[in-house]
Each structure stands twice: as C-alpha cells, then as structure tokens.
C-alpha cells in the first residue's frame, strides 16, 4: 500500500512540474537556429552552410547562434575531384540576391558524395583568406 502511495505521490509532483509555465525557456531572439545544408564552423566563430541547391553551390554565413547574417567575404573558391576526369571541378561563388549566400550558377553534377576545398576571399585585403576542407555527402 505504501508503494502505491509513493508512486502516486511522484506522479502527480511530475505532473506538476511538466504544467508550470516554462519560464526558464529563452525567447526567440536567443534560441539557437538551424544551418542549413553541411555545417561548417569558422575559426573566428560563427558557422557556414554548404549545400547544392537547385544543382549548383550555394553557402549560407551564420553567427555563433547559428542566424543568417551578412557574407564578409566577398567570394568563394571551391574544388572538388570528380570521377569523370583526371582534373578536378572548380567554381567561383558570388554574391547573390540574399545578403547572407554566396552561390554559384556552375551545375554540379552528381554523385554529391566527395571533399570539398572551400577557399573563402575578402574584397580589399589580397592576402586575407579562410580555407575549409569539408566531406560533403548528400
């Protein structure tokens, strides 16, 4: 009788506890996003987004909380071996309608399972730039 007692007991405090309003849950200003595509992180923080869409390259900036911000490169270099030729693929991603993508009207095409060299470039400083070798798989 006394287990009963208990178990009931505990199950209604969890009850309890799981209607009280959530007050400790941060708003949405603070809640982390979502990088879309192959996340990538920065060495001087925040993240990118490496994805094929639509048949070409296309990379998303985000901050440290994973939201979309401004691209600060100006462009980006990508190349990848393909099974077809003894050179790889290369292509120059540009700015694009959206602030925050880099994209490229380059068609890649498929299998989309290879490494990718991404060589991010900064308008106005020649000798900056930020390199990345990423998997991509789709």
């Known amino acids: 009788m006394k287990r009963i007692a208990i178990f ?3 199950g209604l405090a969890l009850l309890a506890v799981r209607a009280l309003p959530a007050a ?7 809640k982390e996003g979502t990088v879309a595509g192959l996340a990538v992180a920065r060495a001087q923080g925040g993240w990118l987004g490496v994805e094929i869409k639509g048949g070409s390259f296309q990379i998303t900036f985000y901050d440290s909380k994973k939201k979309p911000v401004a691209a600060d490169a100006s ?3 990508l190349r990848w071996p393909v099974h077809y030729q003894p050179n790889p693929e290369r292509t120059e991603l540009t700015p694009s309608g959206d602030s925050s993508v880099l994209a490229s009207s380059y068609s890649v095409k498929p299998p989309h399972t290879f490494v990718v060299h991404i ?3 900064f308008d106005g400083k020649p000798d ?9 798989s789709e």
């Open 128 to 136: 900056a730039s930020e390199s990345y070798t990423v998997d991509y």
């Open 8 to 10: 009931a007991f505990v």
């Open 24 to 30: 400790d849950k941060a708003p949405d200003s603070e």
């Open 119 to 121: 060589t991010l470039l």
């Open 75 to 77: 462009s980006a270099v």
